[in-house]
Nanobody, 125 residues
Framework: QVQLVESGGGLVQAGGSLRLSCAAS????????MGWFRQARGKEREFVAG????????SYADSVKGRFTISRDNAKTTVYLQMNSLKPEDTAVYYC??????????????????WGQGTQVTVSS
């Protein structure tokens, strides 16, 4: 099993930056593909970024490409999401997710077995 706890959310002005962290416990972290998803009020949960088990491969939603960077530290069992040039439309609850099964970065939320509780990111205009 994997337990995930996100942190780092908050209120920031447009153009600002935040770094989200997701601390994982459990022995399968290094064997799990990790993803970040977000859900804005009244909208469906959407894929933001994903990273392979080794960290050598990443994937991003078009809406965040060039602004967000996902990374992981397997020694610290932590995955990060560096968010730069934030926009009001980035406002959402951000969730960390783990997929210990497939080995490929998937953009569908149902592919991920473990989820954190979420952290709110609010970008003011």
């Amino acid at each position: 099993q994997v337990q995930l706890v996100e942190s780092g959310g908050g209120l920031v002005q447009a153009g600002g930056s935040l770094r989200l962290s997701c601390a994982a416990s459990g022995r399968t972290f290094s064997g799990a593909v990790m993803g970040w998803f977000r859900q804005a009020r009244g909208k469906e949960r959407e894929f933001v970024a994903g990273i392979s088990r080794s960290g050598g491969s990443t994937s991003y939603a078009d809406s965040v490409k060039g602004r967000f960077t996902i990374s992981r530290d397997n020694a610290k069992t932590t995955v990060y999401l560096q968010m730069n040039s934030l926009k009001p439309e980035d406002t959402a609850v951000y969730y960390c997710a783990a997929d210990p099964h497939w080995g490929l970065i998937r953009v569908v939320a149902a592919s991920y077995e473990y989820w954190g509780q979420g952290t709110q990111v609010t970008v003011s205009s």
